[in-house]
């Protein structure tokens, strides 16, 4: 018997594997990662599929890094719901933080890539800047 597909990862399912990776805390796996966003969506995706998104790939790098780093004595749990729930959210926060500055990082190192191989083959920064050309729509085709 076939197994049915899950269904493609769209940018808003991408987002929430970013979120889940941005909230964690434990032990992080690829197999945690996938059972979580499961038990989330509902459907089943391969690590291979889920790596696959370099953003993906490098936040859960970021966050396996830092859970890590983390201190194994962490601070007591305050009894006040209010105050565990912003510290939650601050440490959410600041871990998305972390990964965009990460992203971040690799665009601008892709850009500057990009800026020595452009200028390596003769184009220049006025080509570079050049507006894009205006879409050529003839809408007097569909009128009658």
């Known amino acids: 018997m076939r197994k049915e597909r899950a269904p493609d990862?769209?940018?808003e399912r991408v987002n929430r594997v970013?979120?889940?990776l941005d909230g964690w805390k434990g032990k992080l796996s690829w197999e945690l990662l996938l059972e979580a966003f499961e038990n989330e969506t509902g459907d089943r995706y391969s690590r291979f599929t889920i790596a696959g998104y370099p953003q993906i790939a490098a936040a859960f790098l970021l966050r396996k890094e830092a859970l890590r780093g983390a201190s194994p004595t962490a601070p007591s749990t305050p009894r006040d719901e209010r105050v565990r729930a912003a510290l939650e959210q601050a440490a959410r926060a600041t871990a998305?933080?972390?990964r965009l500055l990460g992203e971040n990082d690799q665009l601008t190192?892709?850009?500057v890539?990009?800026?020595i191989n452009a200028?390596?083959?003769g184009v220049t920064m006025d080509m570079l800047n050049a507006p894009l050309p205006k879409p050529q729509r003839d809408r007097s085709k569909g009128v009658k």
């Open 9 to 11: 990862l769209k940018p």
């Open 18 to 20: 970013l979120e889940l």
């Open 96 to 98: 998305k933080a972390e």
């Open 109 to 111: 190192e892709q850009f």
């Open 113 to 115: 890539t990009w800026a």
């Open 119 to 121: 200028e390596r083959r």
